[in-house]
């Protein structure tokens, strides 16, 4: 079965630092890997996701991802992050583009905080 | 184009009960999936309905059950409630095999 791994619980940027949340994931074949962000009281909204190809994706809110298979990793990176960034993301992993009959396994989500 | 709804925004059981859960597709889309998040933690799949069939589950026990209707909005049932249930319940619809999942805002769910 897959699994995700997000090793941060909390990370704590200034605003206008770069950032990046790790993600780890365990799949034997070619997985679909996504990042969410949920806000508070909000549901979750799709940043990006990757399945083939270009390992390098690009999402909506400036935010991109590299997916690198000999490390098992989909990190997610930002260049420059606004006080609207604070929230939680999750990593999650699927066996179909859409999660499918199994779902989307989702990883445990890093708490994002942006200093003045 | 309308979002995903969920209803009701806020609930309290307690052990034993039994609780039904609302939620109403984003237009056209005729894939729902539910996903519960216990605090501090990542959502956790619980099981999809496609044209009105469960077409997957995951590693929940048989008292979750669900419904999915006609016009595609959906239903989770919960019953004899655990403690452990307590959590923030999330729909997300789709269309077949497409990869975007939209999300409601949830449920939250109180078991005293």
């Known amino acids: 079965a897959q699994s995700v791994t997000q090793p941060d619980i909390h990370i704590t940027v200034s605003e206008g630092a770069s950032l990046e949340l790790r993600c780890n994931y365990s799949y034997g074949a070619t997985p679909y890997l996504f990042w969410y962000v949920q806000s508070p009281g909000q549901g979750l909204q799709l940043l990006l996701k990757?399945?083939?190809?270009?390992?390098l994706v690009q999402g909506i809110k400036g935010f991109e991802a590299e997916f690198k298979r000999s490390q098992s990793s989909f990190n997610l990176r930002k260049p420059s992050v606004h006080w609207s960034d604070a929230a939680e993301y999750f990593c999650a992993v699927a066996t179909y583009s859409g999660g499918g009959a199994d779902g989307l396994t989702f990883g445990k989500g890093t708490h994002l905080i942006i200093q003045p | 184009e309308t979002g995903v709804t969920q209803s009701p925004t806020h609930l309290i059981k307690t052990r034993g009960q039994q609780v039904t859960l609302r939620c109403s597709s984003q237009?056209?889309?005729?894939?729902v999936s539910w996903y519960q998040q216990a605090l501090g933690q990542g959502p956790q799949f619980i099981f999809q309905?496609?044209?009105?069939?469960?077409?997957g589950r995951g590693n929940f026990p048989p008292r979750f059950s669900g419904l999915q209707f006609p016009n595609y909005s959906s239903e989770l049932n919960v019953n004899a409630l655990e403690l452990d249930d307590s959590a923030l319940y999330l729909c997300?619809?789709?269309?077949?095999?497409?990869?975007?999942?939209?999300f409601g805002s949830g449920t939250q769910l109180s078991v005293l």
């Open positions: 237009s056209g889309h005729n894939t």
């Open positions: 990757y399945f083939s190809g270009d390992t």
């Open positions: 309905y496609y044209r009105e069939e469960e077409n």
């Open positions: 997300a619809s789709s269309l077949p095999q497409d990869e975007k999942l939209f």
